[in-house]
């Protein structure tokens, strides 16, 4: 087995094709990565009502987010404690209980175990107390958002979400009642690693003019080029997007109106967002107004589209298969019908029948094809383009640069190493 | 549409399969300049999400409690559908098929499909409401191959003793989505 240290290089301008097909790395991956990290669970618009409830996963492990009798959020392993079939096989819902098929033993929302059907048949009865639902150790929620981890001793998810929350801030908070998801996610099952659409969405915004030359005009990328910022706020977070200049009309620098729902939804819909736009200012400030995101990641497989408002989360499902999920994102106040046409602004580009997305999900099995072939190991993955050129920006945080160089990449390439490195040779 | 299709004379069903059987030839031999003008200018195309429910405990014993209606995030929901569009839509999917840079279906896939079980359900005036399935084999160089299997649900236009499609909503049969790309025109 390979070493974590010859997988990536110091710099983390080198990246082994191993990285993204070996069994082994998977494994570390599985540990060191998802087993030590907030992944992202759910939002808390899809969970409102006690007894509701959405499934979620944490890499391969299935897990029930619901909200408990008393209100307070919970997260459980779904699989039965007796012998291990799913208690929950809907993608969402509202229910007092969840039963096991199999032996029918029953579970609150809140995972306890209520019922054996068999108990009154035997002598000794089980201590029922113990033989609750597996609990998601860390459980805990910023701006809707909520986040679970296995690692008890993980750290509070607002330092871990650090500065990135400045940058989700302009976005989440531009809307007075904050953000809304819509219906179950759109379940996409590619034969892909899943750090390859993490990446393209950490802040790969360079593939834009060549991949999707098809659709998107050279005129539009010429912006990204010019406004374009990418930072990373800590290693693993980062965003991208453009900063419109003072005095740029309203209708260049509005959330909404350059996608599908906003260009062709009509009158309503755009002053609905030229009015969201004109109290920006006032809820975010004038940096964070002027602000026209592209990309937006956190560590380690939660990303967030901000024109084509698009929450996604790439889930493992080994190697060389990922199974991505992608929401539509609204604000929460906006009235049905308004909503119903700016879901479009995420459907008609990307999701399983998006036209931008068709390109970037071929790119991303290409990739993991590359990633597999044998005699080219000597040829690892180059992540140079503008090494060293990131630094610090007098108003935004973290590290900024163009669009173009590829430290946010390198710096998620880096952490991974260091978390694979955490668990390598403890088992 | 749970009811019986219409009672129509073998020369009418004639019309409309082919209709149909000349749409899926352009599709599968990809002209589909050809096949944007047997669409209205005010057509919806419209793909429903398949969601997974629970059973309501009220509904056992009744049709309702496993409907397919019941598991579609379709248009007229607060859910997602995959796909919600209009005819500038179609025309940039049909431009792009035709650009160099379409890199997905470069080179492009091959296709075939087989549609049937046509049946004329509802007719007003110079409108029809349609139903069909269709299998489409799907083999993309590079990729592999793949089986799409699906409903649609169209309204149909009478012009000029041909027709035009007004309404499309594609119902397709998917747990996960495990095909390259729901961006074909089906």
């Known amino acids: 087995m390979l070493r974590v240290s010859e997988l990536v290089n110091e710099d983390a301008s080198l990246v082994s094709r191993r990285c993204w097909s070996d069994p082994g790395v998977y494994e570390l991956e599985k540990r060191g990565v998802f087993g030590r990290s907030w992944l992202f669970l759910g939002h808390e618009s899809q969970i409102r009502n006690p007894g509701d409830f959405v499934q979620a996963y944490m890499c391969e492990t299935p897990v029930i987010l ?107 908070d531009r809307f007075p009642g904050g953000i809304e998801f819509m219906g179950a996610p759109h379940r996409w099952v590619l034969d892909a690693n899943w750090k390859l659409p993490v990446e393209n969405q950490l802040g790969d915004v360079n593939h834009g003019a060549f991949l999707h030359s098809a659709i998107i005009p050279r005129e539009a990328q010429d912006t990204i080029e010019e406004l374009g910022h990418s930072v990373v ?69 939660l990303s967030f589209l901000w024109s084509n408002t698009s929450f996604k989360v790439s889930h493992p499902r080994g190697p060389g298969k990922v199974e991505y999920w992608s929401w539509a994102v609204v604000p929460a106040e906006a009235p049905d ?52 050129e990131e630094g610090p920006h007098p108003e935004l945080p973290g590290l900024v640069s163009v669009t173009a160089n590829e430290f946010y990449a390198r710096h998620f390439f880096a952490r991974w190493r260091d978390d694979l490195q955490a668990v390598e040779g403890l088992s | 549409m749970s009811g019986q299709s219409l009672k129509v004379k073998p020369r009418q069903q004639r019309a409309l399969e082919r209709f149909y059987f000349h749409e899926a030839r352009l599709l599968d031999n990809r002209q589909y300049q050809q096949w944007l003008e047997l669409v209205d200018e005010d057509i919806r195309y419209i793909m429903p999400s398949r969601t997974n429910l629970m059973v309501d405990n009220r509904e056992r014993g009744k049709e309702q409690m496993i409907s397919v209606e019941r598991e579609l995030e379709g248009s007229e929901s607060m859910g997602c559908p995959l796909r919600e569009e209009g005819y500038v839509h179609l025309m940039v999917r049909v431009e792009r098929a035709f650009k160099i840079n379409a890199w997905s279906e470069n080179p492009p896939a091959r296709t075939r499909r087989i549609v049937g079980n046509i049946e004329l359900m509802n007719r007003d005036g110079n409108q029809m409401q349609l139903l069909s399935n269709f299998h489409l084999y799907y083999a993309r160089p590079g990729g592999g191959n793949f089986i799409y299997s699906g409903q649609r649900r169209d309204t149909l236009l009478l012009v000029a003793h041909d027709f035009r499609i007004r309404r499309r909503e594609v119902i397709m049969d998917y747990a996960n989505i495990d095909v390259p790309t729901l961006g074909l025109i089906l």
């Open chain 1, 66 to 172: 619901a909200r408990g009798e008393g209100g307070r959020v919970h997260a459980s392993v779904n699989s039965c404690t007796h012998r291990g079939l799913p208690v929950c096989r809907a993608d969402h819902g509202n229910t007092r209980r969840f039963v096991c098929p199999y032996h029918n033993w029953s579970y609150t929302v809140e995972g306890d175990l209520v019922t054996i059907p068999q108990e009154s048949e035997v002598r000794n009865k089980p201590d029922k107390s113990r033989l609750g639902l597996k609990r998601v150790p860390r459980v805990e929620s910023w701006r809707g958002l909520i986040f679970g981890c296995f690692d008890e001793a993980v750290e509070p998810l607002e330092q871990y979400l650090g500065d990135m929350r400045f940058y989700l801030d302009a976005l989440l």
């Open chain 1, 233 to 301: 706020t800590r290693p693993g977070h980062g965003a991208t997007f453009r900063l419109m200049p003072g005095d740029a009309p309203v209708d260049e620098v509005a959330w909404g109106l350059e996608g599908m729902g906003g260009i062709f939804g009509g009158a309503e819909v755009q002053d609905y967002l030229r009015d969201i736009q004109a109290r920006a200012r006032e809820r975010v400030g004038d940096l964070r107004a002027r602000m026209k995101g592209l990309t937006y990641g956190i560590y380690p497989n």
């Open chain 1, 337 to 388: 019908p308004i909503k119903q046409i700016l879901r479009t602004n995420y459907s008609s580009f990307f999701g399983p029948g998006g036209m931008l997305e068709q390109e970037d999900s071929e790119a991303w099995v290409q990739q993991f094809r590359g990633s597999n072939i044998d005699f080219a190991d000597d040829r690892p993955y180059f992540y140079g383009l503008g090494l060293g």
